[in-house]
């Protein structure tokens, strides 16, 4: 009788420590929760750097051409149009290079090459740092700028501009004028 006691308390007994280490394996087993890695840049430097780059000075270049040649056709309804376009244009770029105004046109234009720039950088998304508006203090913010002004092949000066534009403060959008440079 006493045998059968002690082979069913060492039963149980056995059974509690696999059921523990189980448990504890499970456990282990579990993915930790990693934090996410938040992919950050300053829209300013990614505007400056489209504008002066081969493919925005196209974009320019095309846009003053149909001008010229509607001017030189005498054509002023089409030359009219177009400076309103290229006035609309001007405001928004001041926009995008001076403030915080979207560029999420340009950034259409290398959205393919934004996996690998965040494999690269090791983020789970990328977003304009202007648009984060918070952050749980779990959430790693990595800024990702340099990495994405390099995509779009820019001018030595559009370099330096991008830089310049990196360490002031963006300007009120309420502020911006037509007139400014």
Known sequence: MNTSLDWH?????????????LAGATAWAQPKEQSLRVGVYDSR???VAYWNSTEGAKSLAALKADYQKAKAAKDEPRAKE????MKAR???LHEEGFSTGSVADIMAKVKDALPAVAKKTGVDLI?????????SPGVKVVDVTDDLVAL???????LKWVQGIKTQAPVPMEKITDDMD
Not at 9 to 21: F, K, T
């Open 9 to 21: 308390g060492r039963l149980v007994a056995e059974a509690a420590v696999a059921l523990l280490v």
């Open 45 to 47: 430097a990614i505007a």
């Open 82 to 85: 177009i400076e309103t376009q």
């Open 90 to 92: 001007q405001r928004r």
């Open 127 to 135: 977003v304009s740092k202007w648009e984060l508006n918070y952050q």
């Open 152 to 158: 779009f092949h820019v001018s030595p000066q559009g």
